[in-house]
């Protein structure tokens, strides 16, 4: 089955300093890799998803990923944080194995810019 | 822009009673979810329908949990009887495609469920 994982709980950066939220993935195939933030009493939102071509993908707010396959990871970045990106970060994988396409999240990283 | 529409967004109620979710997907999306977000983990799948159909339920709690999508616009999901583990963020969200590997998802603002 496919997976996802996301080391950090947390992460703390200041503002105007690059920020990096990892993730790591395990799948059978090609992977579908997606991040999504969540800010407080609020559902999901999609930043951007990796589905084939160039390794960098260009998301909402600033965001970019880069899919490394050799590394198997697809770590969210920005060149410069800001306190309003302070939320809760999901990365998630799709996952075919039931028969149906599903996303299976991981457990979230918080993230926390400091003025 | 459109979004996704859910009620109540807070809702206590004492085990063992009924409680049920309203969603109202954007217009014209097929493809709805209900997913359930425990606090500090991520969505887990509860149920994906297909228009009016259900694709895939695997997740869904048959014994006390049940959903519908009547005309396969709104959907409902209905909880009888609560228990204390079921308290957590029930999420829905819906998709224009019919399904694919590349499908972004819309949320709702989400329902947070407390049992006492």
């Known amino acids: 089955a496919q997976s996802v994982a996301q080391p950090e709980d947390q992460v703390n950066v200041a503002e105007g300093n690059p920020l990096t939220v990892k993730c790591t993935y395990s799948?059978?195939?090609?992977?579908?890799l997606f991040w999504y933030v969540q800010y407080p009493n609020r559902g999901l939102q999609f930043l951007l998803k990796?589905?084939?071509?160039?390794?960098l993908v260009k998301g909402s707010y600033g965001f970019e990923a880069e899919f490394n396959k050799s590394q198997t990871s697809f770590h969210l970045k920005k060149p410069s944080a800001l306190v309003s990106d302070s939320a809760l970060y999901f990365c998630?994988?799709?996952?075919?194995?039931?028969?149906?396409?599903?996303?299976?999240f991981g457990t979230g990283t918080r993230l926390k810019v400091l003025a | 822009e459109a979004e996704v529409a859910q009620s109540p967004r807070y809702k206590i109620t004492e085990k063992s009673q009924a409680v049920a979710f309203w969603c109202d997907p954007i217009?014209?999306?097929?493809?709805l979810y209900w997913y359930r977000q425990i606090l500090g983990q991520g969505p887990e799948l509860l149920v994906q329908?297909?228009?009016?159909?259900?694709?895939?339920d695997s997740q869904l709690p048959k014994d006390r949990f049940s959903a519908e999508r009547l005309k396969g616009v709104d959907s409902t999901l209905k909880i009888q009887p609560a228990e204390l583990g079921d308290s957590a963020m029930y999420l829905c969200?819906?998709?224009?495609?019919?399904?694919?590997?590349?499908?972004?998802?819309?949320f709702g603002p989400g329902t947070r469920l407390l049992v006492l």
């Open positions: 969200a819906s998709s224009p495609v019919r399904q694919g590997a590349w499908e972004t998802q819309y």
């Open positions: 998630a994988v799709r996952d075919f194995t039931s028969g149906t396409y599903k996303y299976i």
């Open positions: 217009s014209g999306h097929a493809t």
């Open positions: 990796y589905i084939t071509g160039d390794n």
């Open positions: 799948v059978s195939g090609n992977p579908y």
């Open positions: 329908f297909q228009d009016e159909s259900v694709v895939d």
